[in-house]
């Protein structure tokens, strides 16, 4: 059961934008920054956001994150068909000593 | 640029021991700039992170895996490794070694992941 809770799914256009959210407590998100990952079925996660809205080399700018006390936030914009994944936020938990996963939210595209 | 790769079996008993390698290639592993990741994903569940260990062998393991896990490192190998005993179908998934950006932050290297059922 994960301490950090998303929205089982977000749906849109093409072109369009989405925002995933990412509740936790003053133990995880409110002291630690939040990572966001995107996961395609068969493929390993990949790292889309980390360190206050850095983006790993060859991660668009149409990823972006935000923060705000014990909640984040994940910006896709310009949507695209390639987009269609899982999408989890992460981050270390200082109560359970343990880096903690979201949910997990579902982006389809329309 | 350092590559991750998982081995072992890809089925196992319950009630036995599940033992996973990761291969670090590219780099070392010998720093504690880095907390190696183990993370899993159950068939139609989340990630769930395992565990983490560094070079020196300090780890962290998840609460709820309860006493059942060992993570350890072998430098002259440059591979960390998994234990996870009393295994039970609700340890069926695919798991995945990581590395972290830095320290305990976001997991930006991962292996391809390996499928490990328990059954009989």
Same mark, same amino acid.
């Given at each position: 059961?994960?301490?950090?809770?998303?929205?089982?799914?977000?749906?849109?256009?093409?072109?369009?934008?989405v925002t995933i959210s990412c509740s936790g407590t003053t133990s995880n998100i409110g002291n630690y920054y939040v990572s966001w990952y995107q996961h395609l079925p068969g493929t390993a996660p990949k790292l889309l956001i980390y360190d206050n809205n850095k983006r790993p080399s060859g991660i668009p700018d149409r990823f972006?994150?935000?923060?705000?006390?014990?909640?984040?936030?994940?910006?896709?914009?310009?949507?695209?068909?390639?987009?269609?994944?899982d999408?989890?936020?992460?981050?270390?938990d200082s109560g359970l000593r343990a880096y903690?996963?979201?949910t997990g939210t579902k982006v389809t595209v329309l | 640029q350092v590559q991750l790769q998982e081995s072992g079996p890809?089925?196992?008993k319950p009630s036995e021991t599940l033992s996973l390698t990761?291969?670090?290639? @590219?780099?070392s592993i010998s720093s504690c700039d880095y907390y190696w990741g183990w993370i899993r994903q159950p068939p139609g569940k989340g990630l769930e992170w395992i565990g983490s260990i560094? #070079?020196? @062998?300090?780890? #962290?393991?998840?609460?709820?895996?309860?006493?059942?896990?060992?993570?350890?490192?072998?430098?002259?190998k440059n591979q960390f490794s998994l234990k996870l005993n009393s295994v039970t179908a609700a340890d069926t998934a695919?798991? #995945?070694?990581?590395?972290?950006?830095g320290g305990h932050d976001g997991f930006d290297i991962w292996g391809q992941g390996i499928m490990v059922t328990v059954s009989s």
């Open positions: 059961q994960s301490v950090l809770t998303q929205p089982p799914s977000v749906s849109a256009a093409p072109g369009q934008k972006s994150d935000s923060k705000s006390d014990t909640s984040a936030t994940l910006a896709i914009t310009g949507l695209q068909t390639g987009d269609e994944a999408y989890y936020c992460g981050t270390w903690v996963f979201g | 890809g089925l196992v990761c291969t670090v290639s @590219g780099g560094c #070079y020196s @062998g300090n780890t #962290y393991s998840n609460p709820s895996l309860g006493g059942r896990l060992t993570i350890s490192v072998d430098t002259s695919v798991y #995945y070694c990581a590395r972290p950006t």
